[in-house]
């Protein structure tokens, strides 16, 4: 019997002879091919290239950098610079092209799987290791609010303005999904300018840590968003929902991803603490520092795989790490995940910013002037409405005021930077012409953003501050805007904290200022997570360090450091 017989028997009969249809079992995911021979070969040498190319640009670029520190051009942020070096190296390799001398347009692009998988988790956990956790925690409520409530305020302005003018033809008409993913992406803010300019002047503590703190968790809480518009609001079983119950599955789908990623981050970071204090690879620091490594980039990869976001769990891991982990590791491991952590992330952000200049001649662009225009004002006011109700609001519960020109600085550093340009690369929009007006606009922006606003930065506070400029002009103290040399030069002092268990008790007691969690933390939390040193420890520390340090002294030297490299050991210092 034929299968077409047995289903029209089945049709024709009055009772039904089968059982009632069950769901189908799922599609197994079907498996990757696998190059082999000739394809194989062409596709290492595409990838050996395109290695080869990036690897060209960041030197390049460090070159750059170098120049900018060596010749002392401070007022000049390096992100501009090296924008401005790709964009340069861009238009050459098109003249190139141009001529038939070469072909690099498959090695120029820029690949957004290589920017979320390989370049954006180490910027993301250095930003949270190196993060100056009293300043943080102690206005934990403020940065917060500002970062994921501001941001979807943000993300909301932007959003719902672009897809209300395109309904009423005014700019290119977009879909919700689509207006509220621009907007989520375009929400997240970068103001590495603003901080160096911030730190430069010496400008209010507390400023610079809301502007950092929010910058810090705004770019993870903007993916978050991204993610949201592109992974719930395109499912196909919304259709039959009404506007409030998506809203509110969207908002469950928000806070799954951005309290659980934050909750697995957390946690792998107290797990680190706890594996170190117990299992003492302090003698043994490649081993110490091999295990920091895997337990960084541990809860990134979880994360995604259970469809949690990654870049949220490898903030929240650094912050952990930073503060309990890293106070259970040798001075020499200490050190050398400061200074590996921070050439990693220069390195990822030069990439990513040099990328960005060389995308203007890499893709084809659709350019409306109508959508940039509302774009940049829907940015501003969306920074706007984000910041100024939300500091009154916190001002009713903070002892120090945020003050009206603090909020105007904060919403003037609102720059777009990297992050904005690698997720309009990342979103699947149809068809082709949404996507490049939307890759065409996000760098516009970012552009805009880092030049206009990020040079416009250093005259307002002088405005707006002008006796500590005038002062400064008395010091002749120069305005450093170099965040490679002002991080190459300095150790956190914090994180290289050594106290005996009596110290760190005295040291508790004399802090009787401390509430909330601050206090928790220091009487309960601290002692747990961390091991607090013997007098041993101490010792076999200060000797490990003086036995590099000689050692590195001969092998520079060639010799034995005698009393004319001590007095220009001193006349250096």
């Not at 934990?140 to 719902?160: D, K, P, Q, Y």
């Not at 799954?256 to 204090?277: P, Q, Y």
């Not at 009787?512 to 607090?532: C, E, H, I, S, V």
Request: net charge negative.
């Amino acid at each position: 019997m034929t299968f077409t017989d047995f289903t029209n028997d089945t049709l024709h009969s009055t009772t039904p002879t089968v059982k009632p249809t069950t769901p189908a079992p799922p599609t197994p995911k079907p498996i990757l091919p696998v190059q082999t021979g000739v394809k194989a070969q062409e596709e290492e040498q595409s990838s050996g290239m395109t290695i080869f190319f990036s690897l060209l640009v960041i030197g390049i670029c460090i070159i750059l950098v170098h120049l900018l520190i060596k010749f002392k051009l401070h007022f000049l942020p390096e992100s501009v610079a090296v924008v401005s070096l790709g964009i340069l190296m861009g238009g050459f390799i098109k003249i190139i092209e141009f001529q038939e001398l070469a072909n690099w347009k498959e090695e120029e692009m820029f690949r957004p799987n290589m920017f979320f998988l390989l370049l954006l988790p180490p910027i993301i956990f250095e930003s949270g290791y190196s993060l100056h956790k009293g300043n943080f925690f102690q206005n934990i409520g403020s940065i917060t609010l500002f970062a994921v409530i501001g941001t979807a305020i943000s993300a909301f302005i932007v959003g719902g303005g672009i897809y209300f003018l395109g309904q009423a033809d005014v700019i290119y008409k977009m879909t919700m999904t689509d207006s509220f993913a621009f907007g989520s992406l375009i929400s997240a803010v970068d103001p590495v300018a603003t901080i160096a300019i911030f730190n430069a002047l010496n400008v209010d503590p507390v400023l610079n840590m809301l502007v950092f703190g929010e910058s810090i968790l705004n770019d993870a809480v903007s993916i978050v968003l991204t993610n949201t518009a592109e992974g719930f609001f395109s499912r196909s079983d919304n259709s039959m929902v009404t506007g409030w119950e998506t809203f509110l599955q969207a908002l469950g789908y928000f806070l799954k991803m951005f309290f659980g990623s934050a909750a697995l981050g957390t946690l792998t970071g107290l797990i680190s603490a706890l594996f170190l204090k117990h299992f003492d690879l302090r003698k043994t620091p490649s081993l110490e520092f091999g295990m920091m490594i895997i337990f960084a980039y541990l809860p990134y990869g979880l994360a995604e795989g259970i469809k949690l976001s990654g870049i949220m769990s490898i903030l929240f891991a650094g912050i952990a790490m930073s503060h309990y982990t890293h106070h259970n590791l040798s001075p020499v491991t200490q050190i050398l995940m400061q200074q590996t952590l921070r050439t990693m992330a220069f390195m990822c952000e030069t990439c990513v910013f040099a990328f960005l200049g060389l995308s203007i001649f890499s893709f084809p662009h659709k350019f409306e002037i109508s959508f940039v225009i509302w774009c940049i004002v829907l940015v501003l006011l969306g920074r706007a409405v984000n910041i100024f109700p939300l500091s009154f609001l916190l001002n009713f519960f903070r002892d120090h005021k945020i003050t009206p020109k603090m909020m105007f600085i904060m919403w003037f550093s609102g720059l777009r930077g990297a992050i904005p340009y690698a997720l309009s690369l990342h979103l699947g929009l149809e068809p082709i012409e949404k996507r490049q007006l939307i890759g065409t606009t996000t760098i516009i922006i970012v552009l805009f953003t880092i030049l206009f606003l990020g040079g416009g930065t250093m005259p307002l506070i002088r405005i707006m501050d002008i006796e500590e400029s005038q002062s400064r002009r008395k010091n002749k103290k120069d305005i450093n805007l170099s965040k490679t040399e002002k991080m190459g030069n300095t150790i956190e002092s914090e994180h290289l904290s050594e106290l005996t268990e009596e110290e760190y008790e005295a040291h508790i007691y004399q802090r009787q200022d401390l509430k909330g969690f601050m206090w928790l933390d220091a009487k309960y939390l601290n002692p747990f997570f961390t091991r607090r040193l013997t007098q041993e420890d101490l010792l076999h520390g200060r000797i490990q360090m003086k036995t590099l340090t000689n050692k590195w002294y001969e092998e520079v030297r060639q010799g034995p450091s005698g009393s004319e490299d001590d007095e220009d050991e001193a006349e250096l210092l």
